[in-house]
């Protein structure tokens, strides 16, 4: 057994990088080569629950999520439900790798069958990403939450293989949104998911995109919620998805408490091989510090283990910045 080996939603993998959900895990061939990389899972690209509804046959219309349109017209080109289903099925029979399809989606409306035959497609796990943007002033945070959590529970009612959620940084009280998830059947959080940011431009006075691609910096944020989601006491497998482009990166996560790490970025700026880097070096600083595998360190220094918890809350930053010069 390498010393990588770790568990994530049950599944046993190889290494705790994953490759992420993104256009890199929507074919067979680059799936294998994530495997070839030493990836320890994949996540495959989302399908969009407007997709699943329409089978992409009124697409024209616009949405009003406007991440989903640009998906959606990648989607529209490309793919169809069953293109997806046999995705899952191909790539089963092709890497040994655990396969997690992603279903990408705000409602528990009308599509939650396709989610059977992902399941029956050979699927290990389901990467549920929740884009729900609330726009009504009169709906209450609590009554947005709830959404998730009952379609949590529904789809635990129908599938038997994990699900995970991968939400959104922007809650109110991320503990309890992850405490709740858990109660509602959730195996694992997927922290966090990246939206598509509008940005202005000032000459031509219109709209755009934000840069897509993270930046490790990012990191720092998520760091913290890991760090304080893995010192629940609930049985709840995490994902960090965010800036990993390193050892280092990983490293930070594991020791923050994460179950397994995501690259998706860094693929897109340094290929597949950054997987295998990543490994190596995690290896090389498990030789260093004397670790034998993963669940030795996964956690030290987590909200639980750390001698000094309040260094993750807010008022010790304040602290920090009012001494800064
Ligand atoms: C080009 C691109 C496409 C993405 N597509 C998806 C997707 O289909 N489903 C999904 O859940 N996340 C998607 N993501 C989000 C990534 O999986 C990941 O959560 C996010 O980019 C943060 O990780 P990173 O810092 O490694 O990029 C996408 C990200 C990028 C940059």
């Not at 705790?16 to 495997?35: D, K, L, R």
């Not at 996540?43 to 046959?57: D, G, P």
């Not at 509602?184 to 840069?211: C, Q, S, W």
């Not at 995501?262 to 897109?268: D, H």
């Amino acid at each position: 057994m390498s010393k990588l080996n770790t568990h994530y939603l049950g599944l046993e993998l190889s290494s705790p990088v994953i490759a992420g959900s993104s256009n890199f895990t929507s074919a067979v061939s680059s799936i294998v080569e994530a495997e070839a990389a030493g990836a320890g899972a994949v996540v495959l690209k989302s399908l969009f629950e407007e997709q699943i509804l329409s089978q992409a046959s009124s697409l024209s219309d616009k949405s009003s999520y406007p991440e989903a349109d640009d998906y959606l017209a990648w989607y529209t080109r490309n793919n169809t439900i069953d293109n997806y289903l046999d995705l899952i099925s191909d790539a089963r029979k092709s890497v040994k790798i655990p396969v997690i399809a992603s279903i990408n989606c705000f409602s528990g409306e009308g599509w939650t069958d396709f989610a059977e035959k992902v399941q029956s497609a050979g699927a290990n796990a389901l990467e549920l990403n929740v884009f729900y943007l609330p726009v009504d002033m009169h709906q209450t945070g609590t009554q947005a939450e709830k959404m998730y959590y009952s379609l949590v529970s529904d789809l635990k009612k129908r599938l038997s293989i994990p699900i995970s959620v991968k939400i959104s940084s922007r809650f109110t009280n991320l503990l309890n949104v992850a405490y709740q998830m858990y109660n509602h059947g959730a195996a694992g959080l997927v922290l966090f998911n990246r939206f598509y940011e509008p940005d202005f431009d000032i000459n031509t006075m219109k709209i755009t995109a934000a840069p897509v691609l993270s930046n490790p910096i990012e990191k720092r944020y998520v760091l913290r919620w890991v760090g304080m989601v893995s010192a629940l006491n609930i049985e709840m497998a995490i994902s960090a998805s965010t800036g990993v482009y390193s050892a280092e990166d990983a490293i930070k996560y594991l020791l923050a408490g994460a179950d397994s790490v995501q690259v998706c970025s860094a693929l897109y700026k340094k290929g597949f091989s950054v997987i295998k880097e990543i490994n190596n070096g995690i290896l090389n600083w498990m030789i260093e510090k004397e670790y034998s595998s993963i669940r030795q360190f996964r956690g030290l220094l987590n909200y639980r283990n750390v001698e000094n918890p309040s260094l993750f809350e807010r008022t010790q930053f304040m602290k920090h910045y009012s001494s800064y010069i």
